[in-house]
């Protein structure tokens, strides 16, 4: 059975399932419960200074829901803790002292006054947590205190606050950074020049779930209106795999090591964070959703996985796929691929054939010889990859690479096998001679 | 049990009195609002969609699942009504399996079709709950005249799309109350809380339609004076007569027309008083050996056997209603043809049946002969045309009317529907789609 045990930054885990920063690690009760399901870590939802901040007493939760309910997307606007700092503090060090093997980190959000900083970071440390994490992410009501995303969204305060934390403080600094901004890179350089140990992202997406039409309202409303919250759960995971992989990727940050968060709900979808660069993984929507036991899959399923690939650690799978991950134009213009029907699946919908014919390549046949029929016309068809992904059968639509030196129909030219990118390429005003892999 | 007895075991109340109101309660219940949801959301948007070919109005089912699934259930009703206004009743009654559902593509790829035939009933329902009338407007009157025959479905759908161009319609109906079938017909179960009652008045409520009841042709009405006053005539007739078994003994008692005593069926208040035998045998293999055959069940009858004389296969009655008959208890007997009606003082008590092969592609008796005791024996061998009541003006082939592809008899102002033209299905689906053909083709010549 493969190792899940886990060493991010210093800090040891059982496995690499945290739980993020939010609702479900607020409390003592919910974080023990946590580790009783079997999770890895917690990171202790945000501590701020001064007097507790309040909630709103309304609605704090918004969601995107598939037909049978399935939660695809949950926004929120809930605050940091509002429970006063001793208590959270007492119940960290309680905690950390009777589950020794698990990670704890604690979330932290206070204004951007050094003297605040040292004061929390001495309270925190005083819990023999195992590290912190700067939260620069939240984009709701913090936000508009000048702190939280506020913070993430300017590179020069990431790396004063993250020099400050490093000043006075032993411990591990995860700083978690905001998507809501234009090049996620930028926010990473900061934190890793102001000595951070790791990132973690992403925050929230700032999102209005939906509009009460009868309202007119942003839902979901608080008196009669609604206001732009964090939008996490499954719908974001492609976002936060793209900004993970960019930090992953940049020589700047490369290597620096990175928490991933957003969407992740299943072993899977861990290990594609893994993969692309992310030494642990947190979690919320998903517990949210489910409760804690959704963790027992992720462990397993992600040993399972690893078991039938041959891998034994999680290092091993750390970072994995990140040299796969490649800009446009360094893709092969010479791989020619053609999409390919199996008719014994084809239900004859004839979705990939109007999704082809209206929208894209008129590659697509609906009828042949009288009879309905769905086949790929090879002399239009540029490989695009829409009918699969319209196809409501699993792999009854397939993308078949053309051998090299077989004359593509469509344009009647001979696959080369040579490897050929935008880079050289003739209509490239900016071409050079040889293509930069 | 014994029969202790003497004469026919035929009675009313065999039944608790709260069992006849759970017995035929609706068959398919309304789906939920999310159970809407959640089937639309099975539907695949099909390009140039199977289903829609398959449906004899050509109601695009796609778009009206898809408007249900956007939340659109009004717009996905009109989606319906603009081919069949009689959407809601179909809904019902339409063998789906063999029709729409039983070319859904997931029908194909798993078994398990999208109920198309619920959801349009969602659509309907919803639409007629939320709405007083129809949603269409008279066109501006033509000061045409055309009379229709028959309130059923064909007359229904005729009736109203001549009222959509403007004609004023008149619409005669034998019965003093209109519908055709879908009152007085169609199983109890697959229509409750008055619907049909309901549907016509919905469709009426287009107005320029004038109902006139009580009018039956070759009776108080003849086609002749029709023709002679008015601009165009539509005849939705349907079958007034019962094909008789050819036996001895038919007029005794406990010798039954299934389809008069649906309409009784149909149209009683209280379920209860309604006499029905303990041993039942039914002869035919149709949708309406079937509904007899279900409901006497579900009023109590101890023993109910429909006989027909070839294979199951060979049944008209769909698999799923063989599977309705089936699971309420019914017995069917195949490959048995009646052979002796079997009588004692004055009423049925039971039926000779001979059995029967295929030799060759043709039915033939073997001999061997089983009998049943049975207290009613009801004859569900189809209808038939009586053709005095048209006075022998009408081209007829098979004893049905012979139609054109615009519906339109050998006269060139009489059009004709429904179960009464030769070559339909007999189904409430294509009268409709008879009806919505020949109100064009009435328009279009009325037009030019």
New interface residues.
């Given amino acids: 059975m493969a190792d899940l045990t886990t060493n991010f930054i210093g800090i040891k885990s059982p496995n690499p399932f945290w739980l993020a920063s939010a609702p479900p690690t607020d409390k003592e009760y919910n974080v023990v419960r946590a580790f009783k399901a079997g999770w890895g870590g917690v990171v202790w939802k945000t501590l701020g200074d001064g007097d507790p901040v309040v909630n709103v007493n309304g609605p704090r939760y918004g969601a995107i829901h598939?037909?049978?309910?399935q939660l695809i997307g949950l926004n929120n606007i809930e605050l940091i803790t509002d429970r006063p700092l001793e208590v959270n503090l007492r119940e960290i060090k309680q905690v950390k002292r009777d589950w020794p093997d698990r990670a704890l980190v604690v979330s932290l959000m206070v204004p951007c006054e050094e003297q605040n900083w040292i004061d929390i970071l001495k309270a925190v440390e005083d819990t023999e947590a195992d590290g912190v994490e700067l939260n620069f992410g939240c984009p709701h009501g913090m936000s508009e205190r000048g702190m939280g995303s506020a913070v993430g969204q300017v590179p020069e305060y990431i790396e004063m606050v993250t020099r400050w934390v490093k000043k006075h403080s032993r411990m591990p600094c995860i700083v978690k950074l905001t998507p809501n901004i234009t090049d996620i890179r930028k926010p990473a350089q900061a934190a890793k020049a102001g000595g951070a140990d790791a990132v973690s992202l992403i925050n929230t997406i700032n999102s209005i779930v939906s509009v009460d039409l009868d309202a007119m309202s942003p839902a979901p409303m608080v008196d009669g209106k609604g206001a732009h919250g964090g939008y996490c759960g499954p719908a974001v995971k492609p976002i936060a795999l793209n900004m993970v992989a960019e930090i992953a990727r940049d020589p700047e940050t490369h290597g620096l090591p990175i928490s991933g968060i957003g969407g992740v709900t299943t072993w899977r979808d861990a290990a594609e964070f893994m993969a692309l660069g992310a030494g642990s993984v947190q979690v919320c929507t998903a517990a949210m959703t489910y409760g804690f036991k959704v963790v027992e899959d992720m462990i397993e399923g992600l040993s399972d996985w690893m078991d039938q690939k041959g891998y034994t650690s999680v290092d091993q799978i750390v970072g994995r796929a990140v040299p796969n991950a490649s800009d446009w134009q360094h893709l092969n213009l010479n791989y020619i691929a053609k999409a390919k029907i199996n008719q014994d699946l084809c239900?004859?919908?004839?979705?990939c054939?109007?999704a082809c014919e209206d929208t894209s390549h008129q590659a697509i046949t609906?009828m042949v010889d009288g009879v309905?029929k769905f086949e790929v016309i090879d002399e239009e068809c540029v490989g695009c990859n829409l009918c699969v992904n319209v196809c409501?059968?699993e792999n009854c639509i397939t993308m078949e690479q053309m051998a090299p030196g077989t004359v593509d129909p469509r344009t009647n030219k001979v696959v080369e096998e040579k490897y050929a990118n935008w880079t050289t390429h003739p209509n490239n005003p900016m071409a050079v001679q040889e293509a930069a892999e | 049990m014994t029969q202790t007895k003497a004469g026919p075991d035929i009675a009313a109340g065999r039944l608790p009195q709260e069992a006849y109101a759970d017995n035929f309660s609706d068959l398919h219940p309304l789906l939920e609002p999310h159970e809407a949801q959640v089937e639309a959301d099975r539907c695949y948007f099909c390009y140039d969609a199977p289903c829609m070919q398959a449906c004899p109005t050509s109601i695009d089912i796609p778009q009206f699942i898809r408007q249900i699934s956007t939340g659109n259930p009004t717009g996905s009703a009109k989606t319906i009504f603009d081919q069949n206004i009689l959407g809601g009743m179909c809904a019902r009654v339409c063998p789906t399996e063999t029709l729409c559902e039983q070319v859904c593509v997931r029908e194909v790829a798993e078994g398990k079709p999208v109920k198309i035939g619920q959801l349009q009933r969602y659509a309907t329902d919803h639409y007629m709950a939320e709405n007083e009338t129809q949603p269409y407007q008279r066109a501006a009157s033509t000061g045409k005249k055309v009379a229709v025959a028959g309130a059923g479905p064909a007359g229904l759908a005729c009736a109203h799309r001549l009222a959509m161009h403007g004609h004023d319609v008149t619409l005669f109906d034998a019965r003093e109350k209109p519908g055709g079938l879908n009152e007085f017909g169609i199983a109890s179960y697959k229509s409750v809380d008055n619907f049909a009652a309901r549907e016509v008045e919905f469709v009426l409520s287009i107005g320029g339609i004038d109902l006139k009841t009580g009018m039956r042709l070759g009776d108080n009405l003849n086609l002749a004076d029709l023709r002679a006053s008015y601009d165009a005539v539509f005849l939705g007739i349907g079958l007034g007569g019962v094909n008789a078994l050819g036996l001895d003994g038919e007029d005794k008692g406990g010798s039954l027309d299934a389809v008069d005593y649906i309409a009784n069926l149909r149209q009683a208040d209280d379920l209860g008083k309604l006499p029905v035998g303990r041993r039942v045998v039914v002869i035919g293999g149709g949708m309406t050996a079937v509904d007899i055959a279900v409901q006497t069940k579900l009023l109590g009858a101890e023993d109910v056997t429909i006989a027909y004389r070839r294979g199951q296969d060979r049944m008209n009655a769909s698999e799923y209603e063989q599977h309705l008959a089936q699971t309420n208890g019914v017995k069917i007997m195949t490959w048995a043809q009646p052979k002796a009606l079997v009588a004692a003082n004055g009423s049925v008590t039971g039926i000779e049946l001979e059995r029967t092969r295929d030799q060759d592609g043709s039915l033939t008796g073997t001999g061997e002969t089983v009998t049943l005791e049975a207290d009613m024996v009801f004859k569900a061998i189809g209808q038939t045309l009586v053709d005095t009541d048209l006075g022998g003006a009408l081209t007829l082939e098979k004893g049905r009317i012979v139609v054109d592809a615009d519906r339109k008899t050998s006269l060139d102002d009489v059009w004709a529907g429904g179960d009464c033209v030769a070559g339909g299905e007999d189904l409430t689906v294509a009268a409709v789609e008879d009806g919505k053909i020949a109100a064009e083709a009435i328009n279009a010549a009325l037009s030019a």
């Fill in positions: 598939g037909k049978d309910r239900i004859e919908c004839g979705r054939h109007i609906n309905r409501p059968v």
